[in-house]
């Protein structure tokens, strides 16, 4: 009939095809529209024709290959239908072992064996067996043609999830995928060439090829790969660390559908392109701006890996600071479910990016004290320095790790990077580092310790008990002797220890220019510059008391003609850091011309404080350098009040009313953006992110803004006085207690030790003296009152002598400054200086040095000072 005559004359073409098998090339077979066919009806097929076409022998090499495909159809889905481990072996075991498999069923059990890997141990006699058959097929060009693009997919996910050797499988998977990719990319679907750039990258294989294959295969059709591939892809060449443009590529697409992807898929890739460093303008923007609104669905692990990516990149802004809060207060409520990484991670973001909402830093560190009999040495080391970092005083938890490393099989597995980073955390919160292994350990693995590492441990000895001088001298001798191979990061690493850890040495500090000098001072990153100018210019600094004034002045000229060269490369929180080093460095008489060379790098932070990019830290810098070089930008101090008193995210705006009396705090009432609020809600936006700050950022805040004058804006007066608040707020709670951390050791002298949030000596007198420059004394408040009485009070007056623990001269004629202003002015019973401490402040504020007991022939320059701010306060025209 007419409808069996096609059948039949396809059956006569089949007839003739396995008549001729033989003579078929691999490449004919495998483009066949009826290979597929004839493997899945090969037994119903091989009986039809038997019965039919008696002119196709039964020994005939069609007959043969149907016969062996069912055999091997059969065998394949009977591996398929394997539900364990056990039934994948008998499978094997009836079917007689390795080598009555095609290369599809060896690779179908090796992938059915890696598929319940998790739900128990397998048998590795079969695994190696499968690995053995597989190598050898593999080595044969002439069995690849029984494999197509999914079976090799499948082959290379099994090996990366059963952790085999890489080669030969996956390298040999992944050029037969590209042969296939060449030859037909519409038969290759996104989920096979995904599954395999994993197991490229779970293997660590760099297959630069592969990935740029696919990136170009994602370009040519979009459509065709969903959310879940773009993100697995990303993420796979990020992990083999290839370099490729691959990601850029890829991310290029991912970006235009970004609403697509859920939470798992947006912190994989934002995870990739900050291990990458591909940065795209608007990825990470547009992931914050989705993630502030959605943080309580992200589980924790996605959420810490999303913040460690903006940290990485230095993504800043309301977003995500916005996230940063959220998530925080997210995963204070599930801690339990974070790792030890996740804290790792999530800690180091918050104190990279300088945003430390108060509600889970303690939530965090009472979760790494209760896991410390198991937390990695990694992980703890990353966790105290972000700590420290975040100037988080967490007492108990250093107690606890302390105590810890009193082990010495918890020492014996911390490497030079771990120790460098425990020692830095501890002395950078005024405590010291752990002694006995611990020091041991340092002390043995000495010689392994990279420059960047040598650096922080030397700044932290120097903070530390005499037990540790051993340690300090050492590691002084090993820098000292690799000096000449340091490149410009280790150089600025050395230069901003050396004056904090008090080390005598004065030819290390010459070795020290002179290698700079040899590398030249251009050279230098932007990074590394802020680091050397801060190294310099810090107040005493070593290096200038160790040289001859012409000689630190030509290094002093040399790295202002460094930073001015580099002005268009800083960014904005670093030309503040810049400008404010360089304002110390230089001395008084050219502070005019580096006004003048300094003026892109206003610009710069102009532009970036008006929208709001600057950080605390930043703002304040600026403002110190303004002051110093005797520049009044109005509109720059308005925009850093409102950015300072506006607060840093929606979560810092809330709480505080309760903490602060309204009386007290009565005067922020807002023109802080230019219309009338509430007191409550002033206090709750401006205060809270005040409180954020150590106590030297804000004595030198309030220092800036007095020495700035009587500003005429309203918001800049309000930033001073909410300053001067949170001062008397802070000194409440400062216990005066001298104590020596230095048990008599030489060259470690005595300090006041305080939490950083509490206040020393330099920051009360810092604070008293901007109330007097700032042109309040006229109205004293309850909270100011008590701020000066505190400042009054504080014992360190009254010491002299050599003593470290005494102030400076510029913190006693500070000090001073304030009491006439509030004697003069205050009622009658305000409280003034002890005898002691009143004759030690004028004699400094008149330029006599009591503690040498000499006079000196010209008044000191703070004499000046002194003038300026009782002419100011008194509003007469000459206080001479």
């Excluded at 290379?156 to 037969?176: D, V």
């Excluded at 903006?310 to 409520?333: D, I, M, P, Y």
């Excluded at 009360?764 to 309040?776: C, K």
Aim: hydrophobic letters at 45%; glycine letters at 4%.
């Amino acid at each position: 009939s007419r409808s069996v005559s096609p059948l039949v004359a396809r059956l006569v073409l089949v007839c003739e095809i396995l008549k001729q098998l033989d003579e078929f090339s691999p490449w004919h077979l495998r483009r066949a529209p009826g290979e597929k066919c004839f493997r899945r009806f090969a037994v119903p097929l091989g009986a039809v024709l038997a019965r039919f076409t008696p002119a196709l022998h039964p020994a005939g090499p069609g007959m043969a290959w149907l016969a062996s495909s069912a055999r091997h159809t059969e065998l394949n889905a009977l591996l398929s239908r394997c539900r364990s481990t056990h039934e994948v072996e008998d499978v094997l075991r009836k079917a007689g072992g390795g080598g009555h498999l095609n290369m599809v069923n060896c690779i179908t059990a090796l992938h059915r064996l890696a598929t319940f890997s998790s739900r128990g141990p397998g048998r590795s006699d079969a695994i190696s067996s499968l690995q053995r058959r597989l190598a050898l097929a593999l080595s044969e060009e002439r069995e690849h043609v029984q494999v197509d693009a999914r079976a090799m997919a499948n082959l290379a996910w099994a090996t990366a999830r059963l952790k085999l050797p890489a080669r030969p499988l996956l390298p040999i998977a992944a050029k037969q995928l590209l042969s296939l990719l060449a030859l037909s990319p519409e038969d290759i679907g996104p989920q096979e060439l995904c599954n395999t750039a994993w197991a490229l990258s779970t293997c660590l294989v760099q297959d630069e090829h592969f990935f740029e294959a696919l990136a170009g295969r994602v370009q040519q059709a979009p459509e065709t790969f969903q959310p879940q591939h773009l993100s697995i892809f990303i993420w796979a060449v990020a992990r083999s660390s290839c370099k490729s443009t691959a990601p850029l590529r890829v991310v290029e697409v991912a970006a235009r559908r970004l609403p697509e992807f859920d939470h798992q898929h947006l912190s994989n890739i934002a995870w990739a392109v900050a291990r990458t460093q591909c940065a795209h303008p608007t990825l990470l923007g547009d992931i914050a701006e989705r993630a502030r609104f959605e943080a309580t669905e992200f589980k924790p692990q996605e959420a810490c890996s999303l913040m460690w990516a903006f940290a990485k990149l230095e993504t800043n802004g309301e977003a995500v600071e916005a996230c940063a809060s959220n998530f925080a207060t997210s995963l204070s409520q599930q801690i339990q479910k974070c790792n030890m990484q996740d804290h790792a991670n999530f800690l180091w973001a918050l104190a990279r990016l300088q945003v430390a909402p108060t509600s889970c830093i303690t939530v965090f560190s009472d979760s790494v004290r209760s896991h410390l009999g198991h937390i990695e040495p990694r992980h703890l080391s990353s966790v105290l320095w972000a700590l420290a970092t975040l100037a988080s005083h967490q007492e108990v938890l250093l107690s606890s790790v302390a105590e810890m490393l009193q082990g010495k099989n918890a020492c014996n597995l911390l490497n030079s990077q771990q120790i460098a980073n425990i020692s830095w955390a501890f002395a950078k919160v005024a405590q010291s580092p752990p002694s006995g292994p611990f020091l041991a350990r340092a002390e043995t693995i000495l010689s392994e310790f990279r420059p960047l590492e040598l650096s922080a441990l030397l700044w932290a000895c120097g903070c530390a008990t005499a037990a540790h001088a051993e340690l300090q001298s050492k590691t002084v001798a090993v820098v000292k002797d690799r000096l000449p191979r340091f490149e410009q990061g280790a150089l600025a690493g050395l230069a901003w220890s050396l004056p904090s850890s008090r080390c005598g040495d004065v030819e290390l500090r010459e070795a020290l220019i002179a290698q700079c000098a040899r590398l030249g001072w251009h050279t230098f990153g932007t990074r590394e510059l802020v680091g050397l100018s801060w190294a310099f210019a810090a107040p005493a600094s070593e290096f200038a008391a160790a040289h001859h004034p012409k000689t630190f002045a030509r290094v002093a000229a040399s790295i202002v003609d460094a930073c001015v060269a580099s002005s268009s490369k800083f960014s904005a929180n670093e030309s503040c850091a810049i400008m404010a080093a360089l304002t110390r460095l230089v001395q008084s008489r050219d502070i005019v011309a580096l006004a003048t060379r300094c003026r892109p790098m206003m610009a710069h932070a102009s532009a970036a404080v008006a929208d709001g990019r600057l950080s605390a830290t930043a703002v304040i810098q600026a403002l110190q350098a303004y002051a110093r070089m005797d520049v009044l930008d109005e509109d720059f101090m308005e925009s850093a009040a409102r950015l300072l008193l506006r607060g840093r995210s929606a979560s810092e705006r809330s709480g505080l009313a309760s903490s602060l009396a309204p009386q007290s705090h009565r005067h922020i009432t807002s023109h802080i953006d230019g219309r009338r609020r509430p007191a409550a809600d002033s206090r709750a936006e401006g205060l809270q992110s005040l409180m954020a700050l150590d106590a030297a950022q804000l004595s030198s805040l309030a220092l800036a803004l007095g020495r700035g004058g009587l500003s005429r804006r309203r918001s800049v007066r309000t930033l001073l006085l909410a300053v001067l608040a949170e001062g008397a707020r802070r000194a409440e709670k400062t216990p005066f207690v001298l104590q020596s951390r230095s048990a008599g050791a030489p060259g470690m002298p005595e300090v006041l030790c305080a939490a950083t949030e509490l206040l020393g000596p330099r920051e009360l007198a810092h604070l008293a003296f901007a109330w007097s420059l700032g042109g309040y004394t006229r109205r004293i408040r309850p909270e100011v009152d008590a701020l000066l009485s505190s400042a009054f009070a504080c014992p360190s007056w009254s010491v002299h002598g050599p003593a470290a623990s005494a102030p400076s001269r510029a913190e006693r004629t500070q000090i001073y400054v304030a009491f006439l202003a509030r004697a003069l002015l205050g009622p009658p019973g305000a409280p003034r200086l002890s005898a002691e401490a009143l004759d030690l402040s004028s004699a400094a504020a008149g330029g006599a040095d009591l503690v040498a007991a000499e006079e000196l022939e010209q008044p000191s320059a703070a004499a000046a000072e002194v003038a300026a701010a009782l002419s100011r306060a008194l509003g007469v025209s000459d206080w001479t």
